[in-house]
C-alpha cells in the first residue's frame, strides 16, 4: 500500500492549509484513512479519520471545529483541510490507512495503519 501526502508549508497563526494524500485505487476506496502529527519532541498523535465509505468521521479535540478531512475515491485522494491554524499545530503529518479494509474513522485513530512519508506543516505566531 502506498500513500503519499503533500500540502504542508509555512503559514502564519489564523491560516489555512489543505492536507493531500494519494493512494493507490484499492486503498482509495476499501480503507478507512487518516492523519496522525508529531512535533518536536513529541509522540505521534492522531489528529482526523475518515471511514471507508465516507460516511463518517473521527477528529482528536484539539482540531474539532478547525480541521475537516473529507475523501474523493474518483482521485484516490484523501484531504485535510487545516482552518484557524495554530502555532501548536506545527508537527510533521503523516497520512494512514487501516491495514483491515472497510473499517470505521475511528480505528484508523489505533494506529495499526500503513503509513505514508510526513509533510511538514509550520504556523508562525
Known amino acids: 500500500v502506498q500513500l503519499q501526502a503533500s500540502g504542508g508549508g509555512l503559514v502564519q497563526a489564523g491560516g489555512s492549509l489543505r492536507l493531500s494524500c494519494t493512494t493507490s485505487r484499492r486503498t482509495s476506496d476499501t480503507y478507512a484513512m487518516g492523519w496522525f502529527r508529531q512535533a518536536p519532541g513529541r509522540e505521534r498523535e492522531f489528529v482526523a479519520a475518515?471511514?471507508?465509505?465516507?460516511?463518517?468521521?473521527f477528529y482528536a479535540d484539539s482540531v474539532k471545529g478547525r480541521f475537516t478531512i473529507s475523501r474523493d475515491n474518483y482521485e484516490n485522494t484523501a484531504y485535510l483541510q487545516m482552518n484557524n491554524l495554530k502555532p501548536e499545530d506545527t508537527a510533521v503529518y503523516y497520512c494512514?490507512?487501516?491495514?483491515?479494509?472497510?473499517?470505521?474513522?475511528?480505528?484508523?485513530?489505533?494506529?495499526?495503519?500503513?503509513w505514508g512519508q510526513g509533510t511538514l506543516v509550520t504556523v508562525s505566531s
Open positions: 494512514a490507512a487501516d491495514q483491515i479494509p472497510r473499517t470505521s474513522a475511528q480505528a484508523v485513530s489505533m494506529g495499526r495503519n500503513y
Open positions: 475518515i471511514s471507508w465509505s465516507g460516511t463518517s468521521t
